[in-house]
């Protein structure tokens, strides 16, 4: 949602914190309880001297940052929605979380480290809440210098090389292994490691000495990196490990972070337009905003990860593996109408599979390439010719700038859906689709008035805040705009503000859905300036962005973790991963309300007996359709492909293991190539085909739903 729009004011947070109170007191405790405590810390740190942390450059928390936890821990506990108590129990998930975000592929700690760091696991309650971040800190200097001794092994085998003719395995899964016991088991781990990447690289085309340098290079600079982390940087670290365990939308931006985050919602950013996370030593592709030059490109998909960003059409490709997120985006940004190459590792290839290389020209987000469409086109049901009007609507979006500047032309999703609604109708178009696909939200209040052109007038939202008072979001204009029939087509990428419409015109049976199971987000955020409490404006906090309320179904249901289920199923047709909301392991669970008072309406509602037929006449054209059967069978080969974890090592395995699986690819392809009578000189657009595949099935869903409701 934006950040207008979805964002609710935390009334009284200024009021509540604008004295600053001492952190919470130790309760009185007995003398000798005490002294186990000041035994237990004193050991703690003892034992961490003993591993000689302190000589490899153990960082001291600041003031700044003791204050910014207190004022933090402030906030969650009055104002986040989920009302978490810091307790033993979300100590033991902060505790896993921090291990796994230091040391993701269980690569660097050994597992002494690990019966070390044990002693703090149901602590972190208590380290958080009286700002001793000591411990925490002590636990990443471990795993710097961890990983600054695996740079120097790194050095020692890519000099010695690698023999491929010996049959062994590496597998990448940290999950499928235990923490190595000692450095001859971790040296074991990273000489299959260094191999697995050297092979992958050579069988990309890649040349000895250049995959020497790569490799080389990849490490030196993680070396580097390490050398420039600060206190601040682990501080970030830790607190958003412990707001992640919260919930996967509570986060703290640091002041750096803070600028990134502005530039991104203006819209201002000259880069590609997508958003980026890390996801363990990889830059994932979380988003493809609609409007950016990715987006208008069509070739970066989320759930990619890029490996290697180069400047201009001819500069050195840099392989950013391993690299911070903020220096990548660093990287991928410049000039407005330069250059810039990504190296990407699409996300059907496993790690360490085959990459490709993007040329995208950097642009702003344009406002234009945003707004909605539309296409009319044609359906046959019993020599009849339907016209349906289509209306794509990327994102829902307002002019702000040009309404507060009094512009009586502004833009907006509900102006511009409404002119085209008029437009279409005056074609004596059958009925209309709307199109949601990969519409990642908005503005909620163009959702709520967007609803508003199809139904009468009445309730659209439900939002409960953390206190538990449910405000409704209404559309109060009487007009309808239009009453036909309607099909609203979503995917897993729909999420937030497209499913508050979706859901409300389901509710009031207004329209139907076709397509996936919606993103399940439904939640809001506010965020929240920390500077607000300082004096001294040289040193900033950053922001903290807290989850606040809910958002419900006019009919009483969530939509968050659960998204919006579709009358009308649609299958895939294209493997993406889950990074739906329930796919996150902290994410809020689905529930519900009570209903509010709502007037259904009766136009397109059909007979359930009308209803089952339209569905078997649906799953037969599914069966039968071959681009289905064929994008199916090629989702079934990417996931096998991309969800591998075991790799041979074994060069003449690994080259039939690839060629084993283009060959199955490459016969696919001709089968389906000789079902549809397609020239193998044609050229086939896959994304193309699979966008209209998806949408002819609503088309004919909707001419269904209106052949039997004129009958």
Known sequence: MSQSNSCFRCTGVARALSHRRRPKSWPSLPRDVLVCFFIFFASLAFSFRAEGIEGSGQLTVTSTSMYTADLINKLVDRYHYRKPKLDDSLSSKVFDEYLSNLDPGRSYFL??????????????????????????????????KRALNRVGYVQKALANGFDFSTREEYTISPDSRDWCKNIDESDELWRKRLKHEWLSLALAGEEPDVIRTTLL?????????????????????????????????TAFFSPRETENFKIRMSLSLEGIGAVLQTNGDNTLVYRVLPGGPAGIAGELQSGDRIVGVAQGSDGKMVDVVGWRLDDVVDLIRGPKGTIVRLKILPQTEPAGGLAHVLQIRRDTIRLEEQAARSAVTTVARLGQSLKIGIITIPTFYIDFDAKAAGDKNYRSTTRDVEQLLLELQSEQIDGIVIDLRGNGGGSLTEAVSMTGLFIRSGPVVQIRNSSGKIAIRKDSDPIITYSGPLMIVVDSESASASEIFAAALQDYNRGYIAGQRTFGKGTVQNLIDLDQWIKDESAPLGQLKITTAQFFRVNGEGTQYRGVIPDFSIPPTKYVKDHTESAHANALPWSAIRPTSYRQSNRTKLAPTIMTRIKEQHLQRINQNPSFNYFNSKITLEAEAAEQTVFSLYKPARILERQNQEEQTELLTLKFRQHMQINSSENIDLEELARETTMQEALNILGDIIQMTNQ
Do not use: C, W
Not at 111 to 127: A, S
Not at 130 to 141: G, I, Q, W
Not at 217 to 245: C, G, H, P
């Open 217 to 249: 290079d990849r490490y030196k600079n993680m070396d580097r990196r390490l050398a420039q982390i600060k206190e601040n940087d682990v501080f970030e670290l830790l607190m958003n490990t412990y707001l992640s365990t919260i919930g996967p939308h």
């Open 111 to 144: 597992e002494n480290d690990i019966l070390q760091f044990e002693r703090l696991r149901y602590r972190f309650d208590d380290l958080l809440e009286t700002r001793n971040l000591e411990p925490a800190y002590a636990m990443f200097s471990m795993y710097k």
